[in-house]
């Protein structure tokens, strides 16, 4: 079997580098290892930013619903101490060129927008191999193959296209998240509600954070943040949730009640996802035939810029792809000419807190930001 772009993954990169390319009339195939589009959660909240994100939403032709799917106010932030004291707090006018959607939701807009059978469900890759001439060889866990003469890897950190062209593998950061989820928060958690605020919210001491975001509704989602190495967490179990639940508490022994209910009162249980990265400035030399996109590519801990440039890494080759349909090579080429340099600055940039707060900043919210711009 053979198709002329084979997208492996179908997250955010992946689906906006096949509606670009339907928009302009390539044919591509996204394989994605999960059963349906409603296998599991999509994740909390993402900022699709206008320098970045909002530009491939725009060449994907979907401006109109990304923007019915904004959530006003959401864009507010709050620091506090472990005290439950207002340390800063910024509002949220609707100016900020960040607004705040659900990723599942933008997820889904993107998945409406496709000819049916674009993406196919329950296509986990196996193996890949090169063929020679620019063409590969996918393998799947079903016992199937396809051949492609183009192949995209948008199948984030572990990806499977990535060894074609590189021998970096993601590292750990030192820090890990544990999520959690507070429903009917303003109704059932009224005091962790209120720290909440509207938007986000970050409490943060040396090694332990704990931030929050107002997801839809008046659902919390809590990111629990740890430094510690990952054997740290060997001593918690995690396939029992109460007793999890305990131990991660106890981490916060004296912190006020209403930022701890985000753990001890949470509605699911723990989850615990390490952070990892790949080497600031990771590239590869031009091999026909194959690029990646994503976290694939340029795998960071997370800082707000992930989605966002996932998505423009789509737009962009989508758009390159269409400049030179008769070159493909010549469009990889120029989309990776691109992406490299962008995506080691945006790794290796500090946080501009100034742009968002005036140039008013107190010094001791300098390093809590930092953090809040990784958890977010």
């Known amino acids: 079997m053979t198709t002329s772009v084979t997208i492996i993954g179908a997250g955010l990169g992946g689906l906006t580098l096949a509606r670009v390319l339907h928009i302009h009339g390539i044919s591509a195939t996204v394989y994605e290892a999960e059963a349906s589009a409603a296998a599991r959660g999509q994740g909390g909240m993402l900022d699709i930013h206008d320098y970045n994100g909002q530009i491939a939403v725009r060449d994907a032709g979907l401006m109109a ?18 005290d439950g004291n207002l340390l800063f707090e910024k509002g949220d006018d609707g100016s900020g060129g960040r607004p705040e959607v659900q990723r599942g939701e933008l997820r889904q807009i993107l998945l409406d927008s496709l000819p049916e059978g674009t993406v196919r469900w329950g296509h986990k890759v196996k193996e890949v191999r090169a063929l020679g001439g620019g063409r590969h060889e996918v393998s799947f866990a079903d016992g199937s193959t396809v051949v492609t003469d183009l192949l995209v890897g948008a199948d984030g950190a572990w990806s499977k296209v990535r060894p074609l062209l590189s021998d970096a593998t993601p590292e750990y950061t030192g820090e890990s998240c544990v999520d959690t989820y507070l429903f009917d928060a303003d109704e059932r958690h009224p005091a962790a509600a209120n720290a909440v605020g509207g938007g986000s919210m970050i409490a943060s001491t040396p090694g332990r954070q704990i ?4 997801e839809k509704g008046s659902t919390l989602h809590g990111y629990v943040m740890f430094e510690e190495p990952l054997d740290w967490f060997d001593a918690i179990d995690f396939t029992d949730p109460a007793a999890a639940t305990a131990r991660i508490a106890r981490e916060f022994d004296g912190w006020a009640t209403e930022l701890t209910a985000l753990i001890t009162d949470s509605d699911t249980a723990p989850v615990l996802r390490p952070l990892y990265t790949l080497p600031i400035g990771h590239r590869w030399d031009r091999v026909p035939g194959v690029t990646l996109i994503g976290d694939a590519a340029h795998l960071t801990a997370p800082n707000g810029e992930g989605a966002n440039l996932a998505m423009l890494d789509a737009a962009e080759l989508g758009r390159s792809l269409a400049v030179h349909p008769d070159d493909p090579e010549a469009a990889l080429t120029e989309y990776e000419q691109a992406m490299f340099p962008r995506s080691e600055a945006a790794a290796d940039e500090p946080v501009i807190l100034e742009s968002l707060f005036g140039g008013e900043i107190p010094d001791a919210l300098t390093d809590v930001f930092a953090r809040h711009e990784r958890a977010s």
């Open 211 to 214: 931030f929050a975001h107002r």
């Open 65 to 82: 619903e990304f923007e019915g799917l904004i959530l006003d106010g959401r864009q507010a932030m709050r620091f506090l101490d472990r």
